[in-house]
């Protein structure tokens, strides 16, 4: 017999599946459109499609590992509600699979996922105590702690997005205040406002269209309002990686997502604010901050490895070979 696992990557946009060695190394990988707006059943089954086209010899296959966007309980695999799959609520995907394929399936969130792979293949290979943050449309996050994913009870830990705070008079989020849609509102708002900037000749005037990725491009050609927005951003989520450091005290921090590609105009700002509000610089003094190293396939190796580990739970072996 030649064991293997199978990861799959549920996204709004594509479906990914692999057939992986157990060392995490891809055999067979394909790919489809999600098309969610077609309905539940149809994106039921083009999983199940996928599944097939990378699946062998049943009896050989260890698992099968999913990673999809939260909210999802990877204890029962339900996807509770994800903003980017109209339609499903409260499904159960773990069953639906496991009643198809009758082997072992196991659920995680995208983020919790990719912390998971970077943590076997990737940045964080070789690290027991990683923190690993996405920011882009949303800030999501993952916690490695003594080689095993922070789960807690029901496997909804390690929110970090959600951190509350205190703005003003009004109570926000890590996310509402640091994501690319908060960036994209902060400056229509001061534009509108009467704030004078370039990115209103950069949409031609179509306020609306502001964008993260045109605050960035604004931010790189020195537009002040645009590198205003991106460094209240990078203090805000070091504010957000402070909290973190004095509660995990991890050896490495991963920053990714659309908005990391920003680059030291949002991680200058970020690591002032990670020196000025710790409480002692052991803290920060050793630990490594970097981004990802694994590009798309993230995820498929993230859920590959959520077989491997047991969901999560049992350590990770730092012997994979890729």
């Not at 509600?81 to 009758?102: A, K, Q, R």
């Not at 450091?245 to 991963?254: A, G, R, W, Y």
């Amino acid at each position: 017999m030649t064991p293997y696992v199978i990861g799959v990557d549920l996204g709004g946009t594509r479906i990914r599946a692999a057939r992986l060695d157990p060392n995490l190394k891809i055999l067979h990988r394909v790919e489809t459109l999600t098309l969610a707006h077609q309905g539940l059943e149809p994106t039921l089954q083009r999983i199940q499609d996928q599944i097939r086209q990378v699946m062998t010899n049943t009896e050989e296959c260890l698992g099968i590992g999913i990673s999809a966007p939260g909210p999802l309980n990877p204890e029962t695999g339900v996807i509770v509600s994800p903003p980017n799959l109209p339609g499903w609520h409260d499904v159960p995907l773990g069953n639906v699979l496991h009643e198809t394929f009758n082997i072992p399936i196991f659920a995680g969130n995208d983020a919790n996922v990719a912390a998971l792979a970077e943590a076997a293949l990737g940045a964080a290979r070789g690290y027991r105590h990683v923190i690993y943050v996405t920011v882009s449309t949303g800030v999501g996050s993952g916690i490695i702690t003594d080689g095993r994913l922070l789960l807690g009870k029901s496997g909804l830990a390690a929110e970090a997005g959600h951190m509350q705070m205190l703005v003003g008079e009004r109570v926000s989020s890590l996310e509402l205040e640091t994501a690319g849609p908060d960036m994209a509102e902060q400056a229509k708002q001061r534009i509108k406002a009467g704030e004078h900037s370039a990115l209103f000749e950069m949409v031609n005037g179509k306020i609306d269209q502001i964008d993260a990725a045109t605050i960035g491009k604004a931010a790189q050609n020195g537009d002040p309002l645009a590198l205003s927005i991106v460094t209240r951003s990078g203090t805000i989520l070091g504010l957000g990686i402070v909290n973190l450091l004095h509660l995990f005290n991890p050896e490495i921090v991963i920053i990714g997502g659309g908005v990391s590609n920003l680059g030291n105009l949002l991680f200058d700002p970020m690591h002032a604010a990670i020196q000025q509000y710790c409480i002692d610089d052991a803290y920060w003094k050793d630990t490594i901050f970097t981004t990802p190293d694994l590009g798309e396939d993230v995820s498929i190796y993230g859920a590959a490895a959520l077989v491997i580990t047991d969901g999560g739970k049992k350590p990770l072996e730092m012997q994979f070979n890729n």
